[in-house]
């Protein structure tokens, strides 16, 4: 059986919670821009150095890893994140 919270209470409740999640999203904001500018960093210096701007290995790598931690809207959302650090093919 789940407890019920009268209208107010669970007011406040939600309020708070709401809270940890602005946090979370902000800290998934700053993880973002972290990964893009280290990602870019990694394509400049394959590139300087005569490589691909690209590894497809790597990428299903990191594909895998966020489709065994949260299935297949991990998946897709590692690709997101693969996506932003092409920019412009
Ligand atoms: C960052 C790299 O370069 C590219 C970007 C990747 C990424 O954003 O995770 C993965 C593979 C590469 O296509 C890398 O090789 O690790």
Redesign the pocket.
């Known amino acids: 059986m789940t407890a019920t919270l009268p209208p107010t209470d669970a007011d406040g409740r939600i309020a708070e919670l709401r809270e940890e999640i602005d946090a979370c999203d902000a800290e998934l904001i700053r993880l973002v821009q972290r990964?893009?500018a280290?990602?870019?960093?990694?394509?400049r210096l394959?590139r300087e150095s005569g490589g691909?701007?690209?590894?497809?290995?790597?990428?299903q790598?990191?594909i895998a890893r966020f489709q065994d931690a949260l299935g297949p809207d991990g998946a897709a959302l590692?690709m997101m994140?693969?996506r932003?650090?092409?920019g412009r093919l």
């Not at 280290?38 to 394509?43: L, P």
């Not at 691909?52 to 990428?59: D, M």
Request: aromatic share 0%; net charge positive.
């Open positions: 990964r893009l280290v990602s870019h960093e990694i394509g394959r691909t701007r690209l590894s497809l290995a790597r990428e790598q990191v590692g994140l693969l932003q650090g092409r």
